[in-house]
């Protein structure tokens, strides 16, 4: 469904030339729940925006369904980091989740069904009123999660999300997210840079080099669909992928080969 090949990004100006992103290539599956890792500064944010028509890539090419990807595509919704940038102080909560809703031209009624139903899906009934600002940061990190959702996307591309809440709201927000996924069928494309919660939430992760960046592993998480935070955690399968890739990130950072796979590391 979603092609990612040979992307390279550069970017230029000012005298300076970053290659943010060299070589990268990896598809998406309708459906599935695929999280991004990789050592800070490897170009996580700039993939993302490549993937969702906001950035151009130097080269290479994101293909939604066949279809090369120049701006953002209508089927594909982005949840950033900043929560707080991202909503609109002077809306209310239901304003803000309705408003990208109006841009796609929806009459009035299914908005509101549209603005309700998301709202419900992420326990935010009661702050339809409200304004961002009367709301703690992972109530306003729900709100935008929301209006991803009421945009009914095919492709919901997540930039480190949670990065900005405390531990346990970022527990609550992880579970949320499978929720919603198992829920929508939507396609996620989930960056982080937290190796637990990739491991946590994706079917698989797509392990980055540090720059010049490549795909470094594509490894399957091949733990239970049911996952809760206490057992899952608990799972000596969760431990030993979870230590796999911290190998890997830490491997990636000072440059180094391949570790051995995980299915030779005695697990
Ligand atoms: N607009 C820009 N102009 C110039 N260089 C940029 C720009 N945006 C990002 N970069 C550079 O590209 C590289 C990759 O940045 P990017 O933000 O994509 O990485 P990241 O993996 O998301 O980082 P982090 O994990 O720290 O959030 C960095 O060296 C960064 O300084």
């Keep these: 469904m979603l092609d990612v090949r040979g992307l390279r990004k550069v970017y230029s100006g000012g005298g300076r030339r970053v290659e943010a992103v060299r070589d990268l290539t990896f598809t998406l599956g309708a459906g599935e729940l695929v999280c991004?890792?990789?050592?800070?500064?490897?170009?996580?944010?700039?993939?993302?925006?490549?993937v969702a028509g906001l950035l151009a890539p130097t080269s290479?090419?994101?293909?939604?369904?066949?279809?090369?990807?120049?701006?953002?595509?209508?089927?594909?919704?982005?949840?950033?980091?900043?929560?707080g940038r991202s909503l609109f102080p002077w809306m209310r909560v239901g304003e803000n989740v309705e408003l990208p809703l109006r841009q796609k031209g929806l009459p009035r009624a299914r908005r509101r069904e549209l603005v309700t139903d998301a709202l419900?899906?992420?326990?935010?009934?009661?702050?339809?009123?409200?304004?961002?600002?009367?709301?703690?940061?992972?109530?306003?990190?729900?709100?935008?999660?929301?209006?991803?959702?009421?945009?009914?996307?095919?492709?919901?591309l997540m930039d480190e999300p949670f990065a900005a809440v405390?531990?346990?709201?970022?527990?609550?927000?992880?579970?949320?997210?499978?929720?919603?996924?198992?829920k929508l069928g939507v396609t996620i494309l989930f960056v982080t840079h937290d190796i637990d919660e990739a491991v946590y939430l994706g079917q698989r992760v797509i392990v980055l080099s540090s720059s010049p960046t490549?795909?470094?592993?594509?490894?399957?998480?091949?733990?239970?669909?049911a996952r809760d935070q206490l057992h899952t955690r608990g799972?000596?399968?969760?431990?030993?992928?979870?230590?796999?890739?911290?190998?890997?990130?830490?491997?990636?950072?000072?440059?180094?080969?391949?570790?051995?796979?995980?299915?030779?590391?005695g697990t």
């Design 60 to 83: 290479g090419e994101v293909l939604l369904h066949g279809r090369q990807v120049t701006a953002p595509p209508p089927a594909m919704a982005v949840v950033f980091q900043e929560y």
């Design 166 to 182: 405390d531990a346990q709201t970022r527990a609550d927000l992880e579970d949320l997210v499978r929720d919603l996924w198992h």
């Design 214 to 225: 490549v795909v470094r592993e594509e490894l399957t998480v091949d733990l239970p669909d």
């Design 36 to 50: 991004v890792v990789g050592p800070s500064g490897c170009g996580k944010t700039t993939l993302l925006k490549c």
């Design 120 to 156: 419900a899906a992420v326990g935010l009934s009661d702050a339809e009123a409200a304004y961002p600002w009367q709301l703690s940061g992972g109530m306003q990190q729900r709100v935008a999660i929301a209006r991803a959702v009421a945009f009914e996307p095919e492709v919901l």
């Design 235 to 265: 799972d000596p399968r969760f431990t030993a992928l979870r230590t796999h890739v911290l190998e890997q990130v830490r491997a990636a950072k000072k440059g180094l080969p391949l570790p051995s796979p995980i299915r030779d590391a």
